[in-house]
Structures are given as C-alpha cells and as structure tokens.
C-alpha cells in the first residue's frame, strides 16, 4: 500500500464534511455537524497559523486525516482519525511518524509533541508506543462518551532529543515527597 500526506485545501471542505460526519468515530468525543465542520473550515480552524491539515492517502484514496494544533507553541498536538474501512493496516503508526518528522523538520521552535487518547483506544495505545511516545499522563474519569460513560484518558508525548536519538525518556514516576 502506498502512503502520502495531503494538505487540505479550502476546496475539500464538503470531502471532510463526508469524512468526519459519514462514519462513527467510537473514540472521539461529540458528533460532528456538517455545518459546525463548515464553519470551522470558514474559521480558519483546519488551516492557519495554528493548524495545519493533512489528508492520509492510501492508493490515492482518502484513507485518513491528522490535524496538527497549536502550531505556534513549543509542545503541538495532533488528532488523528483513520476511516472505518481503513482501521487496522497500519495506517495509523505511518501516520504519526509522518507527522513526527514532519513537525519537528517543519517547526524547529517544538521541543516536544503530544497526544491524548482515551484508555480503552488500545490501538492507538500501541501506535504511540511503537512511534516513540512516553506515557506521561492518566486522567481518571476526564473523557466522556456518548452513552454517559466517563472514561480515562492518557497522554502520551515525544520529545525532540528523543527523536533525533531514537530513545524513548520515561518520565519519573516515582518523584512524591515521602
């Protein structure tokens, strides 16, 4: 399978509208509305000086798309939703070392990237780990689900010495004053 990275474009807007409202999206929060993507697309918030936006294209087709966020500060995050139909090829582990790279080639100022996810997304659990984030965070009861669930949620995040060195830094978990 071929991968590529597209920047989205103001012309693809009614494509994302058919992408994040046509399927379910069991771990993120919300539905998405197709006038509330319009208006978010209107606002600049798939694309500006704090966001960037990529399709995932798989084969040429429209397989996935990561959002990079708060572009201008030292630590960005990213969302990253892989189609139904797509789920399980490993299109999710190619696309947060692409975007690793991509934002640390691209923004010098990081010094490290984040992501979030709720605990019982073991798939993307696995692709932080195999991409060289560190667990850094668990946020009991802080997710909630469309049927009243409240989940945890936990933070992974790389840093850029990390990267280059191809080492994982765990943080210390064990700091409490006695």
């Known amino acids: 399978m071929h991968i590529e990275f597209s920047r989205f474009s103001p012309d693809d807007v009614e494509a994302l509208v058919d992408f994040l409202t046509g399927q379910e999206w069991p771990f993120h929060a919300g539905v998405q509305e197709p006038e509330a993507v319009r208006k978010r697309v209107a606002d600049g918030g798939y694309d500006d000086e704090e966001s960037r936006t990529f399709w995932v294209l798989a084969d040429g087709e429209r397989a996935g798309l ?3 966020q708060d572009l201008a500060d030292d630590t960005p995050l990213f969302d990253l939703r892989i189609g ?5 090829r490993g ?6 070392a692409w975007l690793t790279g991509y934002l640390f080639a691209e923004l010098p100022h990081i ?4 992501g979030t996810t709720r605990q ?3 798939a993307m659990r696995a692709v932080f780990r195999k991409s060289g984030y560190a667990k850094e965070s668990h946020y009991r009861e802080s997710w909630p689900g469309r049927d009243g669930t409240v989940h945890d949620a ?3 995040a790389i840093l850029r010495r990390d990267w280059l060195s191809g080492t994982v830094t765990l943080p210390d978990w064990d700091d409490e004053p006695r």
Request: proline content about 0%.
């Open 66 to 68: 990561v959002r990079l």
């Open 84 to 88: 139904r139909e797509w789920r399980g």
């Open 91 to 96: 299109l999710g582990a190619e696309a947060v």
């Open 111 to 114: 010094t490290r990237i984040e």
């Open 120 to 122: 019982d997304n073991h």
């Open 154 to 156: 936990v933070g992974y």
